[in-house]
């Protein structure tokens, strides 16, 4: 298993885009935990939707953004694994869109709860 992982390990941009990544992640489960209770019982997560009571989740559903950007990060880290050998290219594209997915998550997040509390 450790050698599954160590072309991009190697690999100085997917090491610290995956790197980053993660802490992102990490760092936005933590702003959440820190400010959950303090949220109301529902809050605007699903702001696609019409305005109304489709567009509110339960406060649980905070979380929902943050297990999504891990769901793409381990995702991106095994599939950036198997095709790192035959096109680097395509691995480091992986790592910097993984680093965008979860910035701009975390930026979701605070944005969510600064407009409910």
């Known amino acids: ?5 160590s072309d991009i390990r190697n690999d100085r941009i997917t090491q610290r885009s995956f790197f980053a990544s993660i802490f992102i992640i990490v760092l936005s489960v933590i702003y959440i935990l820190f400010y959950y209770g303090h949220l109301p019982p529902y809050i605007p997560l699903y702001n696609q939707l019409p305005w109304g009571e489709q ?7 905070i979380l929902i953004p943050s297990l999504l950007a891990f769901i ?7 599939f950036s694994s198997l095709v790192y050998k035959r096109t680097p290219l395509i691995s480091r594209m992986l790592s910097v869109t993984t680093l965008l997915i979860a910035l701009l ?3 979701f ?9």
Do not use: D, H, P
């Open 1 to 5: 298993m450790k050698e599954f992982f």
């Open 55 to 61: 567009r509110l989740a339960s406060t649980s559903g």
């Open 72 to 78: 793409i990060f381990v995702f991106n880290v095994f």
């Open 105 to 107: 998550t975390f930026l």
């Open 109 to 117: 997040i605070i944005r969510t709860v600064q407009i409910v509390l």
